[in-house]
């Protein structure tokens, strides 16, 4: 087996090579048979014969070759036949591409195809008669059908042999266009009377190894004269017609004139020689010479026909002529998109020129019809660049984004240059892999939210949520709070996340009066890698419930010490002040508005009570018949929902003395002393109080006069030093609470130790049901009042643009 290899080479990344491999196989070889190593001539492993995903195409539609991807070896699958292939070209040549992966390459094969002796000669005809006037001259020559071998140089037709015979002999004429026609030559006359016909055998041999050869039969019959053969205008008729003309369409008229008379002048034309396509595709008219198409022709299947037409008249004498019939090409066949390689999906942070795609671009056609030009069809972030001839790489021009566009339907158009011109589309359909590249986003940077106290623990109280763009596990979101301590305490004691839903969740239950706000943060974690994250702030208002009763701090009832005696002098007037009870209340807002009243009073009512003061007056002047020991029970009673109260006990006794009542109040074991003890702090505490206010008043509007230019300075002054100055009942209270609807937006501060009031603002649209009473108000203005212990009222104002969530 004979093959040898014309290999040249030079490699580059992800492009095609314009150098090719070149092979050369003799036809019809075994199938199996091996024509070449393409790995050893490529410089590959055998090994990456598999990972590099080595195929092999031609851009025939019958495959005859492949590659053994164990070995590298180029092998024949199928039977290959030169002359069906190539015809009569000197050169036949079969080109094959081989496309490898990792990086992409693509190689181009030209395999030679050489001849064999595979074919003998043999003629148009079995028997060709011939008739021959019995007074034919000896040295007439009559034109034979010559053989044909379509084998190529040594191994086609090179000889003639003529049977032996006493007549004839065997000559040889040249064509105009090279082609050699075996002759019948007459040798002797011939006497139709002692033998009419001659049967010669005449044989064509080749020059292959070993010599093929084959014959036809000569029958020669001979007539009485005619001595003048048909003759064509020209040896040789070339004919031009395009491949779209239709069946019937008039290709050539043959014309042959005879100088004869009668029916020695009668002409009949027929194909001496022809191939089976040619006679497929055409006819020919006996009569009139007329050579019509009956079958659609193909510029791509055979670009030329050749024939010969013999002019046959009445005497038997025969003329002929050659007929080559050119197909022209037209614009039939839209070029063909074939795509190579694909890579999907490819990752959205690919950067700029990342190879997408290897696309193969054919066209049947030739000359302009067969140039193509290949782009993609709309906006894409992609573009096409020629690698090799009828070879494009698709790229990326610029950074893909997945959360813009996760998929491509790229349209490639490929049009020729034909008039008028066929195009086709074929569409690559790309996916755009996620990367971590977005952070989650939370609905707000800040949550508030309120929650009622004495809530359940355990119980959901809110719910935070977080999204993230990306997909799949790049936007799995875990949420956390981040460790976090209030007072020393973790914040896990007091809530706690679903780390999948957001909720948040009241770890125990929550008391307004330790703790008045929550705050922490909530950190949201993809699962990306790397993780990314965002956090958001989360504040939780504490709202009061109204679940501590007044107390009071004067009378105190914590001991067991009797109830309270108050002297009360026989010339008091109505209007009196015997004394003022105190209480206080550990709520706040309106749960901390306090009105005292009298649950049992002697008859006649001798005493009133401030209903928000607390002071005891007289309601009347006193008789010398009313009664000298009284005693009332007083209710303190706040203003939540429902109200709680608290009762004490106070005893009056009316002397005209206090010496004598001393013994009375002196009965009460204890109470003198505390009463003197009392009145004795009282008196120094008011005097203390009353001076430094009103130096420091004195002072501070000094200061302000000197800075301020509006009227307005010492009003300003004052509410900024003493805000709980602006604040009184409104004027229709009058059981402790305001009149609905009024709405405040407030929380409660963390620190207990601010204990200043903040100036409250209306907000709109607020459910009455769930506002906050707050207590605004100032007990009267009698003295005593300097004289309650510091009670805890404290209040802040949240910010006003965030929302107000009250979880009960």
């Not at 410089?43 to 025939?60: H, P």
């Not at 209030?486 to 239950?509: D, F, K, L, M, V």
């Not at 501060?749 to 049901?769: G, Y």
Request: charged share 20%; glycine share 4%; with cysteine.
């Amino acid at each position: 087996m004979a093959w040898q290899v014309i290999f040249f080479f030079f490699p580059f990344l992800c492009k095609a090579v314009s150098d090719q491999l070149q092979y050369s196989v003799y036809e019809e070889m075994k199938k199996g048979s091996i024509i070449g190593n393409v790995a050893n001539d490529l410089g590959m492993d055998n090994t990456e014969l598999f990972l590099r995903k080595l195929q092999i195409s031609s851009q025939t539609e019958k495959q005859y070759f492949n590659i053994n991807l164990e070995n590298g070896n180029l092998i024949v699958i199928d039977r290959i036949d030169r002359e069906a292939m190539c015809g009569r070209k000197q050169k036949c040549f079969l080109k094959l591409e081989i496309l490898v992966e990792n990086p992409v390459n693509i190689f181009h094969i030209k395999v030679e195809i050489q001849d064999i002796n595979d074919n003998p000669p043999h003629f148009s005809k079995d028997v060709f008669d011939i008739e021959i006037s019995e007074f034919a001259s000896p040295g007439t020559h009559f034109i034979l059908g010559n053989a044909q071998d379509p084998d190529l140089g040594i191994n086609s037709l090179q000889s003639y042999k003529l049977s032996s015979n006493l007549h004839f002999t065997l000559g040889e004429r040249t064509s105009t266009d090279g082609i050699k026609y075996p002759e019948l030559v007459l040798e002797k006359p011939l006497d139709r009377e002692e033998q009419s016909i001659y049967n010669l055998i005449l044989t064509a041999y080749d020059g292959g190894t070993p010599v093929k050869s084959g014959t036809a039969q000569i029958r020669v019959i001979v007539h009485d004269v005619n001595d003048h053969f048909p003759a064509f205008s020209q040896d040789k008729y070339q004919v031009t017609v395009n491949e779209n003309v239709p069946n019937g369409f008039l290709v050539l008229q043959l014309n042959a004139t005879d100088e004869d008379e009668g029916s020695n002048a009668e002409i009949t034309y027929s194909f001496s020689h022809i191939a089976k396509d040619a006679m497929e595709t055409f006819t020919l008219d006996s009569k009139s010479g007329v050579i019509r198409i009956k079958k659609e022709l193909d510029f791509e299947v055979t670009k030329v026909y050749e024939m010969m037409v013999e002019a046959k008249d009445g005497g038997g004498l025969v003329g002929h002529c050659t007929i080559s019939i050119e197909i022209i090409d037209i614009n039939d066949n839209a070029p063909k998109i074939i795509l190579k390689s694909l890579t999907t999906p490819i990752p959205e942070d690919s950067l700029p020129g990342t190879l997408v795609a290897i696309i193969n671009v054919q066209d049947l056609d030739s000359g302009k019809n067969g140039e193509v030009i290949c782009q993609i069809f709309g906006k894409f972030p992609f573009k096409l660049l020629s690698s090799s001839v009828g070879y494009y790489k698709l790229v990326t021009t610029e950074t893909l984004d997945r959360e813009t566009t996760s998929d491509y339907n790229i349209i490639i158009k490929a049009e020729d240059e034909g008039s008028p011109p066929l195009y086709s589309n074929k569409t690559i359909q790309l996916t755009i892999s996620d990367i971590n590249d977005n952070l989650p986003v939370f609905d707000k940077t800040n949550y508030v939210f309120y929650v009622m106290e004495n809530n359940l623990a355990g119980t959901s109280i809110y719910r935070v949520h977080a999204s993230d763009l990306d997909t799949n596990e790049n936007a799995r979101i875990i949420l956390s709070i981040l460790n976090k301590d209030i007072e020393n305490i973790p914040i896990s004691s007091y809530a706690s996340i679903n780390s999948a839903t957001g909720i948040i969740y009241a770890q125990r239950s929550f008391d307004y009066e330790q703790v008045r706000e929550i705050k922490f943060q909530v950190i949201a974690k993809d699962s990306g890698s790397p993780p990314l994250s965002s956090n958001a702030t989360v504040r939780i208002c504490i709202m009061d419930r109204n679940d501590n009763a007044p107390k009071f701090l004067y009378p105190s009832t914590d001991t067991d010490e009797p109830a309270l005696v108050e002297f009360i002098p026989h010339t008091s007037e109505k209007g009196y002040l015997i004394t003022k009870v105190i209480a206080v209340d550990a709520d706040s807002g309106h749960n901390a508005w306090l009105s005292y009243h009298f649950l049992q009073i002697s008859e006649p009512v001798s005493f009133i009570i401030g209903q928000h003061t607390g002071e005891i007056r007289l309601a009347r002047s006193l008789h010398d018949t009313d009664s000298l020991r009284q005693k009332v029970v007083v209710m303190v009673k706040d203003n939540g929902e429902p109200p709680l109260s608290a009762t004490v006990t106070v005893k009056f006794v009316i002397g005209e003395t206090y010496q004598q009542v001393l013994p009375e109040i002196s009965s009460q074991p204890g109470n003198l002393e505390t009463q003197s003890n009392v009145t004795f702090f009282l008196v120094i505490s008011i005097a203390v109080i009353s001076f430094l206010f009103i130096v420091i008043v004195i002072a501070t509007v000094i200061s302000k006069l000197k800075k301020a230019s509006n009227p307005t300075a010492f009003s300003t002054l004052t509410r900024d030093l003493f805000p709980q100055v602006g604040l009184r009942y409104p004027s229709q209270f009058s059981d402790g609470t305001l009149p609905l609807p009024y709405s405040y937006n407030v929380c409660v501060a963390l620190d207990s130790s601010q204990n200043e009031f903040a100036h409250l603002k209306p907000i709109q649209n607020v459910p009455t049901d769930n506002l906050i009473d707050t207590d605004d108000s100032v007990p009267g203005n009698d003295p005593l009042s300097n004289h309650l212990p510091s009670v805890n009222l404290t209040e802040v104002r949240c910010n006003s643009n965030e929302n107000m969530n009250i979880v009960p």
